[in-house]
């Protein structure tokens, strides 16, 4: 939810009538997500979502309510396949959890030519919100080594329990997590950011215990300890220069000492099946 | 079951020390109270020595397990204090993302109201401790309670973050067509400050009677009984903290609910 959608007095009241409501209807038309045994609502019964989507760029809208067909008939014909294709990576996403890194490569080139020829702005107002004025940051810790994460960016928390690892997997691959039926690809963090470090004496001592789910994904990345959340101001953060260099480190949080993760990179150097090193 | 909230839009006004400061006085008179801690940062469920992520079960199953939600589950996810009859339902740092993952969802502002509704005859208090940002978990401890207790600190940048909070009072008011019951509560008085008596002043003047006539005084006594893990009544009964939230309840009780 965007500042400017509560600065207008009658959406926030739109906003409160909706989840005040005391008939929540609850459609049986199921998702094509991974949650396709519960009941959703449909943005079509739905107040708030509807009201969501009136703030959101139009591009996001179309996206979310109208079925691929009707998309490919209103756009220009350069553009139509790079909009298929990013509904496909979408539902893929929901349906399987794992893929084989060839797949992903495939999938994630299409999403990111299809984020190019999506106008810039959007994307980056919408991806990167926190960019913007104060935001909050949830702190974990991995083998000592201390990482943030805008709180907008975090899609969850949740407990590690048994992972199954996967065969012809990078080494980061700590295995799938199932949770309520969703299937979570766990990233062994100290793996993932410091392979180099990881020798047998660290990786004897390491007792992850929670998985930091990153946005949407079903990524998560294993740490060992939540630090705590805290309101962060742009000055706090010396943000990422150079736009090659490690993409998955939005910048440095300057009193700790810490890196603040971009979690829009981080998914997609995860989909590649690279680490922070071949990044 | 009497509900009140303490809720303000600006942290570190003494929404916490409010929260725990008064259920331990009731549970102490005997009555039966529950404690809802709905701010992700967890600190009225750390206050009691709780690890909230260590919990199976948090006020976060709350909101997922709406549809089907018992009252034999929700007395489950409720953990004893020390204190005789005082429970606390514990938040965890996963309310963080309640916003991005179900606050577009019509009803979900109801969610906890229907909860204390199961449990109606189990306790005769529920506090609700609120998160300084208005999302999901505001809107439903506001909807939830009888009374909202707004804690403000005497101090002009407080007074400022004051006008929000009003501002969203007035807004679920019209949404609910209901008049919210709220009382201001002046807290970290420091009668030796020019500054805490003209932020009186100024909330007299604006507020009226919806102040109460009182004040908390500062007070490093809250603190201590916060280290010590205990409810402030119990830790340090003859403080004048202790004393000034005594003064609160008995002009609540003549309130009404």
Redesign the interface.
Known sequence: ?TKGS?AN?EI??EY???????????STQSKPTIETSK?V?TTQ?????RL?DQVKPEVFKEQATKPVTDIIEKTVPTVQAEVTETHAVKLNISQEAVYSTADLSTQIKADKKSAESTPGSIIESAAKGYQQGEF?A?FFEVAGLLLAVP??E????H?LTETSPLFGKPNWFKGVMLNRDEKINVVDSAQWVMPEKCQPELVNTLSY??IIMLGESNWGLACEK?V??VTLKQEDIKWRAAAGKRPWLAGLVKEKMCALLDVEQLITLLNKGLDSQDS | MIVWTIANQKGGVGKTTTTVTLAGILAEQGKRVLLIDTD??ASLTYYFGIDS?DLDNSVFDLFVHR?NLTKEQLLQTLCPTSMDNLDILPA???L??L???M????????VLKKSLNLLADEYDYALIDCPPV?G?LM?NAL?ACNRILIPVQTEFLALKGLDRMMRTLY??G???KKEYKYTIIPTMFDKRTKASLEAYKELKKLYVDKVWSNVIPVDTKFRDASLAQSVPSVYTPKSRGVFAYQNLLTFLSQAGS
Do not use: C, W
Not at chain 1, 17 to 25: H, K, P, T, Y
Not at chain 1, 45 to 49: A, G, H, I, L, R
Not at chain 2, 103 to 110: D, E, K, P, T, Y
């Open positions: 939810m509560f007095e926030m009241e409160l009538d909706a989840l005040l409501s005391e008939d929540e209807v609850v009941p609502l019964d739905n107040p708030v979502e969501l909050q949830l709180l907008t975090l899609g969850g928390i407990n215990k929670y939540l705590n959340t | 992700p940062h992520e549809q965890t740092m996963a963080a993302t916003d991005r993952r606050g577009n969802q019509s009803g979900m502002g109801l208005l999901v809107v909807a807004l679920m019209r949404s609910q």
